[in-house]
């Protein structure tokens, strides 16, 4: 068995855990490793029918229900506007408060989005990216925040950063999440508001395009199950397929700053 971890998920709105690695989470927390969630935004946009009042309560409901259904420690909201991070939260100081929440939770591992992949569209999801990459490439560098070693915590080094991988190209690191499937579709569909979201931003791309799709045209989309799961099921086969697995989701992985490459050894594996 090897040795109970402690990961730290840093995303920038509610459901991108789940998108991403909620299969993966899931795993981790069945083999006994400690999964904590940090959510920077308060995901007060994401809707064509909610005011952004309604959004942010709904958001709370909704990433508890989530975070009990990957089996997730804690969750800690940082509640910056959606969409407006880069204004509200600039990278030194994003970095220090994700900086802070590794040295608090001694964070092992950390999963986020990935600051070098190309095409990322989400000013958001870059800024979390560079913050928790900075964060995490620092955080036991004792003159990095001295502010947080006056307040009795301790440097400490996070040993892995798992990035969400949104294309082949990026994956060097593949989990089979076919035993996961369900739990990740079952925390997913806890986002009622984002999925909602989902189906009717994928409706305005049908109509824009003139394509035929009655099923999705005519859906009504607070019937999302059926749509939702098929999608995501498509991805994590197609993810899979790589690897020889049903399901499964891809990351690019750094461990232990390069040091396998370096000394030619490779570390345990903890999935
Ligand atoms: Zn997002």
Known sequence: MTRKKRVLVFEAHGDDMEFTCGGTVAKFTDRGHEVHLCVATDNDKGSFELSAEELRAARDREVQGAARVLGVAGVTCLGYPDGELMEKAPLHVLRGQFMRLIRQLKADVIFTWDPFTPYEGHPDHRQVAWAAHEAASFAHLPLYCPEHLKEGLEPHYVSERWFFAKSPRDVN??????????????????????????????????????????????????????????????????VGRAAGYEYAEGFRRERFGGIERIVGQTAEEDI
């Open 173 to 238: 690191k593949y989990v089979d999440i076919t035993d996961y499937i369900d739990r990740k579709l079952e925390a997913l569909f806890q986002h009622e508001s984002q999925m909602v979201l989902t189906v009717a931003d994928a409706q305005f791309g049908l109509r824009a395009s003139g394509l035929d799709v009655p099923a999705l045209a005519n859906l009504d989309p607070h019937d999302y199950r059926q749509v939702i799961a098929e999608q995501v099921k498509g991805i994590a086969r197609a």
